[in-house]
Nanobody
Framework: QLQASGGGLVQAGGSLRLSCAASGSDFSLTTITTMAWYRQAPGQQRELVASIGSGGNTNYQDSVKGRFTISRENAQNMLYLQMNSLKPDDTAVYLC???????????WGQGTLVTVSS
């Protein structure tokens, strides 16, 4: 299971750090191939924000490059998203995601709401 936290209300230009905790007796990030953060704004489709592979390779949506940083700590079963220079357009529910290639299983966490005021 994945549990996201860290969302809240912040002014434009501010920062937030989202966390995603993985739990479960058979759930270890060491077996997870890819982790990612998605977001979904009201009336919008879900979109990929950033992803990180098991080797630490990262990928970002163009609109967040240079502002957001994704990281993972496998030993702690944690995924993070550091968000700086936030903009009102970043307002959305943010969801964490994990994919295990060996079993082709996907996991979604519940969302955490980020609201950026202008």
């Amino acid at each position: 299971q994945l549990q996201a936290s860290g969302g809240g209300l912040v002014q434009a230009g501010g920062s937030l750090r989202l966390s995603c905790a993985a739990s479960g007796s058979d759930f270890s990030l060491t077996t997870i191939t890819t982790m990612a953060w998605y977001r979904q704004a009201p009336g919008q489709q879900r979109e990929l924000v950033a992803s990180i592979g098991s080797g630490g390779n990262t990928n970002y949506q163009d609109s967040v490059k240079g502002r957001f940083t994704i990281s993972r700590e496998n030993a702690q079963n944690m995924l993070y998203l550091q968000m700086n220079s936030l903009k009102p357009d970043d307002t959305a529910v943010y969801l964490c995601y994990a994919y295990r290639h060996s079993t082709m299983q996907s996991y979604w966490g519940q969302g955490t709401l980020v609201t950026v005021s202008s």
